[in-house]
């Protein structure tokens, strides 16, 4: 799971490193590598393509696709552990979203828990004033499209296999980013090219490494070691950028982190 987020990291900022290139021209790269290493796998399992409930799994690649080019924008705008900690709100709407698309039911003080965490965003947005009323928008929205895209998992759990709702993810994005890239492409060049290539394999490893360490290890106990990925966002993120935050800022972030791990002790 750190090997994980570490990797995960890196691609963050990487991403963060080419803001000369359009954000949907990142998610294409990325998607393009992601479907040829899934699809390899697939056929090498000899699993269908196509699976059997597509309509959901196209609202699943939809969803992740929204949420994945949002977050890429974000990573490209405002500092880099600020646009990791509203990401991290994805749980909360996984939650949220899941009373009414899943039919679960929630404690009351799970609201709280919700509470605390939008709380935290409030206090970044006001105290760190590289963080527009715009770009927490879009942070947020990302969140929501993630915590979307978690529930239509949750739903297709058992009648798809795994790689399959992993495959519909670039399968759904690369059209949509593809068209969108045509009008506003940017030519990569020189470092670009191995940059863009290091963002889709260091993606790939850290799933690999979340997936391994979820289906190995007691999931209570190694889920809340996901948020080390703050700390990892916050090292890097002065290291690489000269980014650092007032006070005020980092008790916004530990709010939100605090209200995203209660939430999920207490389920």
Known sequence: MLLAGIFFALMQVLVKYIPHLPAVEIVFFRSLISMVATYLILKRKRVSLFGNNKKLLMIRGASGALALIMFFYTLQNVPLASAVTLQYLSPIFTAILGIFIA?????????????????????IQGFDPRMS????????????FAGTAYNIIRKLKGSEHPLVIVF???LVTLPIVGVWSYFKWVMPSGWD???????????QMAQYYMTLAY???NLAKIASLNYIGIVYALIFGFIFFGETFNLLTYLGMGLVLLGVILNIQSK
Do not use: D
Request: positive net charge; hydrophobic residues 60%; charged residues 10%.
């Open 103 to 123: 039919k679960e039911k929630i404690k009351p003080i799970r609201l709280f828990y919700f509470a605390l965490a939008f709380g935290g965003v409030l206090i």
């Open 133 to 144: 009323m715009k770009f927490l928008l879009i942070g947020v929205g990302s969140a929501f």
């Open 168 to 170: 519909y993810f670039p």
């Open 193 to 203: 090219w191995l940059i863009l290539a290091a963002i889709g394999t260091f993606t």
């Open 215 to 217: 289906q190995h290890a």
